[in-house]
């Protein structure tokens, strides 16, 4: 007995081309879906005190709002998220440290706290094991941080000041996390880059901030790039 021959289903023009488009539909959707994952901007969360949170400024002249424009004038596609708080210590930036995190994901994170502990005469110590842990928080979420480094005036004397300033260098080295020397130098104790208050810096004082802490966030910002690289390979 012949077995009859394989019939082929006619298959109508509209038929094939619905056919293609399902085929072109297939191979465009990844590479669709991955260039709008890169084009999603950086996001960086500036996560710090009064310095940060623009305190006596209007908030387009805060800290975030003009870090955002100087990186986006270099090239960054970048979001700059304000998560600073007028008179936090290192250990309110801890305590709130969950509740900023889950407005993530973020590429880094610009830390700036310890003045507040400094200028209230708290531990050194105790400044020191909050930020280890705030660094820690974020180096778990797969967040760089770049520390913004504070140092201590006269008023607690020599031994209390040798505690504090080693607290930021002896933290980027074991962590190997990026530091920006001292956040407000050339700006602390100039009338003319301060308000009244002669404590936080005027919309001048910021610009002045900002010129000296993109290099170190728009290295790290580009360090986050080249991560992804090298684990994609």
Known sequence: MIAAPCQTLPF???????????????????????????????RV????????????????????VQLEKRLRDGGFDVKVVNAGVSGDTTEMGLARLDYALSDG???VALLELGANDMLRGLSPK?????????????????????????????????AYRQQFDSIFPDLAAKYGVTMVPFFMEGVWGDPSLLIGDG???NAAGVRKVVEKIAPY????????????????R
Do not use: C
């Not at 509209?14 to 901007?41: H, K, M, Y």
């Not at 790290?220 to 994609?232: I, K, N, V």
């Open 217 to 232: 966030v728009e290295k790290t910002l580009a360090s986050t790039d080249a991560g992804r690289e090298t684990r994609a």
């Open 12 to 42: 109508s023009p509209l038929s094939r081309r619905f056919g293609r488009w399902l085929q072109i539909l297939a191979f465009a959707t990844p590479l669709l879906w991955s260039a709008g994952a890169e084009a999603a901007p950086k």
């Open 199 to 201: 404590l936080h810096p």
């Open 105 to 107: 994901p973020f590429d």
């Open 126 to 158: 105790d400044a020191r094991a909050n930020l280890e842990k705030i660094i820690e928080a974020f180096r778990s979420k797969g967040v760089k941080v770049v520390l913004a480094a504070m140092v201590s005036g006269d008023n607690w004397g020599q």
């Open 45 to 64: 969360l500036a996560f710090g005190d009064s310095l940060t949170a623009g305190f006596g400024l209007p908030a387009a002249d805060a800290l975030p």
